[in-house]
């Protein structure tokens, strides 16, 4: 058998273990899915059982686990929730954050160029990781739900324009300018996707969604296919090419099969996360540099100084820009998970190892510390509202408690 066979059983046995560990412990403690399918990734990485590298193929499968994670991040935004003063609050936390983050970052970092890395990375917010956790407690459609996601939303694509005009390697205006043309086209995009369809488009939705057509499925992912290219063609970054297209499918979904869209959605689901995004938490697990963290020294020391700034720069920011109308708790919860970070830690770390930029150490204590961060935030994040009782917007709290086991 074949070295990406192997490895590929192996990821996959692991994505199939990882549920069954969060069912099992998810009875007395709540943990997020995918630190099991990180830890396990550690486990048969070169740094523990060396059962599994990554090759070409796999490394392949896990960038397009990356990119589906980001779509989905993508299609979950409810644009009428997450306007107005809430959206406004979102998006100058994260510039008070940025300010913040490149600051530390040169301080920490000794010069600009890896200041800039560590800068970027402390902004982010999984939000493609927080939102499942926010649906299995109940809580995404309601109004802590919509503000999570405002702020996560903004966390999840401030980086990604921070990364395209930062880190890209050519000049600010240059790379302003390749932003300014493809906002342009997904602006285009937009358009073209909230007029009304014919009525053979959704006809055919409905005619093919339980046969081997698949219609609505493959035009998802066509669109997909688009933005990508158009991100590859501008030269930026393809994660903000997927996040365009989630947000893109969505109001095309919502317009032309409204009835539809939750059915097309879970299929699409089914595809990221049954397999391609547990391949790259896997893959990030195996590619963890455990050596280089648990060799002592500064490497180790940084990890939770690493944990304490994703709460200071970006959460520091948030507690004082939340909406008046959330309490001390729900603020402090906004604040938790609006400082999990983790997918674009891991994107922004290995462009900074391949550019040399980054030590490995380094990129171990942010990675680390942004591991640390989805085990410990989301779960401190549901107990401190399940304490209030409003856990579950207006649910018992032993309601709430009974969801979070997944």
Known sequence: MSHSGSTLILIMAIAVLAPLLAYAVGRRLPVPLVIFEILLGILIGPDVLDWARPDAL???????????????????????????????????????????????GVLLGGGYAKGVFIGVALTSTALGTVLPVLRDAGVLHGRFGSVVMAFGAVGEFGPIIAMALLLSGRAPAESAVLLGVFAALTAAAVFWALRPRPP????????????????????????????????????????????????????????????????ILEKVEGVGFGFLVPVFFVVTGIEFDLDSLLSGGRTLLLLPVFLVLFLV???????????????????????????????????????????????AGDAAALVGAAMVSVLVFPLLALKLRARAGEGGEGRPAEAVRGSETW
């Not at 001390?328 to 930029?357: C, F, K």
């Open 58 to 104: 796999i490394d392949g499968l896990s960038q397009l686990g990356l990119t589906m994670l980001i779509f989905l991040a993508g299609y979950e935004i409810e644009f009428g929730k997450v306007r107005g003063d809430t959206l406004r609050r979102a998006v100058w936390s994260w510039l008070a954050a940025l300010a913040l983050g490149l600051g530390t």
């Open 200 to 263: 053979w488009f959704s006809r055919i939705i409905a005619k093919t969604l339980h046969s081997s057509g698949q219609f609505a499925v493959r035009f998802v992912f066509l669109v997909l296919a688009l933005m990508l290219g158009a991100s590859t063609a501008l030269g930026l970054d393809v994660l903000l090419g997927a996040f365009a297209a989630g947000l893109i499918t969505r109001l095309l979904l919502t317009g032309a099969a409204p009835e539809s869209g939750p059915e």
């Open 313 to 359: 720069v970006r959460g520091g920011p948030i507690w004082f820009l939340a909406p008046r109308d959330l309490d001390r708790r729900d603020r402090g919860g906004l604040v938790l998970y609006g400082s999990t970070a983790l997918p674009l830690v891991v994107a922004i770390t290995t462009i900074g190892v391949d550019d040399h930029e980054l030590s």
